[in-house]
């Protein structure tokens, strides 16, 4: 048959994405994954130098994608299919382009770890994140914040003549437009993934692309690599060479199920090697991905045997469901790393994924280096290293084709950003049909110097950073009465450069011409982060009673409301302000719009209100803030009844461990009673009360 390119849809039980927080990423960036690399002599000189380059400090002007719920219902969701006699292969636009599934139609295999339901849980850079299929990382060090948003897709003309899909957009985080061309060569076992990331601007810019592909992880399961020895790092921020395949203890990493704990290995593949990384099962069987050379690095993802990691597998699917490791892809030796894209240049490369079959006797023999050498000979056989430069060749020469018909729509940020910078990006165009009520904003501070007022809701909107957009506002006009506002958005893109100085003057001035929830509540992420928990709480306070006297009503009030809470009520806290951390907590949230279900359809995933709201439906975020606020208050008896009762953190961040934390505090304070709190009493808490599975998400060894 030949390759075609077609809709259809996906329906499975999923959680609903919810809205966008309202309030701007101000906080210092949650990332796990920075290195305490020490003597940085051990590391080769690259390495070392690209560890310390550029890290991301800020996710603005992205926001936080963090009002999805745990509740499930069946939905269908938006998907686009690759397809020819041998391979299927089908893809989410909505959700970041995701190869969600790749189908050897041969055998009936299915070669990816396809998630039966659709789970955002907090592991991106932008928080909602889920598990399954082929993720494309760009940005910066971690699961991209797009991971969960629409990407541009449409036809194209594949290099063979037949049909390719590109996915395209603006990545915000870098100021990076790229592009991802997927197609079937005819016969072809393989699926062929052309990447190009463009840097437009007249100064480099860090750099970054991982290739997350997730697959089904089994007891016989063996991972290689063309690699004698890797770089592991795990969640105690550590970065060490090791030796393959027996790291330590003598155990085999390359079989996952036989690791207690999470750990990342970056192999450390010689120059000149051919770039690969597959997952064989106990026939020898599985996916392979291979590449051109650009795409240097490979990486084994495990979540290890541990309470932890096993909790975690749990939960981002449904009960029952088999587990997956990661093997991965990216342009550095580790993902801990940026590489400088200089002015005006592109970075491009060819990936290959599809079925390899090895010798089971040798992948799973006692010789590391004749197992890899097993599975390096068949690939060879299946695909050989040629194919593929010569498929990067033949693509690279199709890659400013213009799409033919669009498929889906992405953000109207690239086009925004196009219309600024003048950019000319052949292969992927950012029309302005594509522009809407986010960037109208924005639009008419570019074209005509005059900031606007607020929107009609009452929101400030979406905020604007980069050195470009921070010179309009720092030059620009406004409405007589509006520049409070104008100030407030200045101050965060001042915030963004680091100069926080200047951004606490803006927003100083925007609440002297007139206070509002949003300018008070930077200024207390600004007093929190200059470690003034009290002057940070009276902050809080301040934006607090704003927001109660701001007129603002129903969904917009709500949101508002319960991103503010959450930010409130542990700044109380630190402060020592239990009472008032309570006193936050009992306040009733706004009500909700009216709205009936023939209108708007069914809202899986949605969540009941907060504040005064309390019981077993509340967000569990806000249950958690209650048994710490009770501790706080000297309750520990009550702060061990919201654990007794069952609560779920919905978002919980990965490797976050204030849920163990704060269980441990409580125990320890009903041994102690009215003592101190000693280390026999801490021995003795943990053996009285040992943390239940349900609240255990630790993924680093307990010493």
């Not at 020469?397 to 000319?424: F, I, N, V």
Request: net charge negative; glycine share 8%; charged share 25%.
């Amino acid at each position: 048959m030949a390759t075609t390119v077609r809709r259809t849809a996906v329906t499975i039980p999923a959680a609903a994405l919810g809205a966008e927080n309202p309030l701007p990423a101000l906080r210092p960036l949650d990332e796990l994954h920075r290195v305490d690399v020490g003597d940085r002599s051990r590391l080769p000189a690259d390495m070392a130098r690209q560890l310390g380059y550029a890290p991301l400090r800020t996710l603005l002007p992205v926001r936080l994608l963090d009002g999805y719920g745990r509740d499930r219902a069946p939905a269908a969701l938006d998907a686009l299919v690759i397809e020819n006699d041998l391979v299927e292969a089908t893809v989410l636009p909505g959700l970041g382009g995701r190869l969600y599934s790749l189908v050897d139609k041969g055998t009936g295999r299915e070669l990816l770890y396809r998630n039966p339901v659709f789970q955002p849980a907090n592991l991106a850079l932008a928080d909602a994140w889920f598990s399954g299929g082929v993720e494309w990382n760009l940005g910066a060090t971690g699961h991209s914040a797009y991971t969960c948003r629409p990407l541009h897709a449409a036809r194209v003309a594949a290099p063979d003549g037949g049909e390719m899909l590109r996915l395209w957009e603006w990545e915000r985080l870098r100021d990076l437009p790229f592009q991802i061309d997927m197609w079937l060569p005819e016969h072809s076992r393989f699926l062929y993934v052309g990447v190009r990331v463009r840097n437009p601007h007249d100064h480099t810019v860090p750099a970054y692309w991982w290739s997350n592909i997730a697959v089904p992880e089994a007891p016989g399961t063996r991972v290689l690599a063309p690699a004698d020895s890797a770089f592991r790092f795990d969640y105690t921020r550590a970065l060490e060479r090791v030796p393959m395949p027996h790291p330590a203890d003598g155990v085999d990493i390359g079989y996952t199920t036989r690791a207690e704990h999470a750990a990342d290995y970056f192999f450390d593949l010689a120059d000149g090697e051919r770039r690969w990384v597959t997952a064989l099962d106990g026939e020898g069987r599985g996916l392979v991905q291979t590449s051109t050379d650009v795409l240097r690095g490979r990486k084994l993802f495990l979540w290890g045997t541990g309470r932890g990691g096993r909790r975690w597998q749990e939960w981002l699917t449904e009960p029952g469901t088999g587990g997956y490791l990661e093997i991965q892809a990216g342009l550095a030796r580790t993902q801990l790393e940026h590489l400088p894209m200089p002015a005006d240049s592109s970075f491009s490369w060819l990936e290959a994924y599809g079925p390899l079959h090895a010798d089971p006797a040798r992948v799973h023999g006692a010789d590391w280096a004749d197992a890899r050498a097993a599975a390096a000979e068949a690939l060879e056989a299946a695909l050989p290293r040629t194919a593929v430069e010569e498929a990067y060749t033949a693509w690279i020469a199709h890659a400013d084709d213009e799409p033919k018909d669009t498929l889906a729509t992405g953000s109207g940020w690239g086009a925004l950003e196009a219309e600024r910078g003048r950019h000319h990006l052949p292969g992927t165009p950012f029309p302005a049909t594509t522009l809407g009520a986010e960037q109208k904003p924005w639009l008419e501070l570019l074209l005509a110097g005059v900031f606007p007022r607020p929107a009609a809701d009452g929101l400030p909107g979406h905020a604007l950073v980069s050195a470009p957009w921070r010179d309009l506002l720092e030059s620009a006009d406004t409405y007589p009465g509006n520049e409070w506002f104008l100030d407030y958005h200045l101050g965060i893109a001042q915030w963004a450069a680091g100069d926080r100085a200047q951004a606490v003057r803006s927003w100083e001035r925007s609440t002297a011409a007139r206070p509002s929830p949003w300018a008070l509540r930077a200024l207390a992420v600004a007093e929190t982060d200059a470690d003034e928990p009290q002057r940070a709480a009276d902050r809080y306070a301040e934006a607090w009673e704003s927001l109660r006297d701001s007129g603002l009503t129903g969904d917009a009030a709500r949101a508002v409301h319960r991103a503010l809470l959450l930010e409130a009520v542990p700044a109380m806290l630190a402060a020592g302000r239990p009472e008032d951390a309570a006193a936050l907590l009992a306040a009733p949230e706004p009500p909700a719009e009216a709205r009936s279900e023939s209108q708007h359809g069914p809202q899986p995933g949605a969540q009941p209100g907060a504040g005064a709201v309390e019981g077993p439906g509340e967000d569990g975020r806000l249950t958690l803030l209650r048994a710490r606020t009770a501790l706080a208050q000297g309750r520990p008896d009550r702060a061990r009844a919201y654990f007794d009762e069952g609560f779920t953190v919905g978002n919980l961040r990965e490797g976050d461990e204030t849920l163990s934390a704060t269980w441990y505090a409580i125990a320890e304070q009903l041994v102690a009673g009215d003592g101190p709190v000693t280390d026999a009493v801490r021995e003795r808490a943990r053996a009285q009360h040992p943390l239940p599975a349900a609240y255990d998400y630790r993924m680093r060894p307990e010493t």
